[in-house]
């Protein structure tokens, strides 16, 4: 009884959004002992209802056009996603040109160049936020001559 009920959460949860084992595994840990979710996590695995890959993919896919290479890996890292297939992931929905990404975010939030310091520090927190590297942020924001931050 406690395996089909576990089952049936688990395929709730996946119905409503890709998840990783890991995030599974977190959210049925308060229904079921460790053994009895390997289980069920094993038996959808191998009906191909549950992929780490498939996740990383969809996350990317969902993600790309507002965060930078670093935050994407972050965010997959903290879900339990193993290094080798955030780089396929990464690499499948050709995630490579952050400066690209981050120019057109940039121009999407403010479109101008900073006129002051401040306002440069303010542009490049909330790129470096977004998880842009600081040599990216450097290229957006190089027009202004004032580059000390």
């Known amino acids: 009884m406690a395996e089909t009920s576990l089952r049936e959460r688990a395929l709730r949860h996946l119905a409503r959004r890709e ?6 595994v977190r959210k049925l840990a308060p229904h079921g002992s460790a053994e009895e979710i ?3 996590l094993d ?6 209802l549950l992929s780490d890959h498939r996740f990383a993919e969809a996350w990317v896919r969902g993600k790309a056009t507002r965060f930078g290479t670093a ?3 972050r965010e997959l ?3 339990g996603v193993e290094r080798d297939t955030i780089d396929a992931a ?3 929905e050709g995630v490579e040109d952050d400066v690209d990404r981050a120019r057109a975010i940039w121009r999407g939030k ?3 160049t900073p006129a002051d310091a401040r306002e440069w520090a303010r542009q490049a927190r909330f790129l470096q936020g977004r998880g842009f590297g600081t040599d990216v942020i450097r290229k957006i ?3 202004n001559p004032d580059e000390s931050a």
């Open 77 to 79: 890292a903290l879900r």
């Open 19 to 24: 998840h990783s084992r890991a995030e599974l």
């Open 110 to 112: 403010f479109g101008t």
């Open 38 to 40: 390997d289980d069920v």
């Open 71 to 73: 935050r994407l890996r």
């Open 141 to 143: 924001l190089k027009e």
């Open 90 to 92: 990464l690499e499948a």
């Open 43 to 48: 038996r959808i695995t191998e009906l191909g």
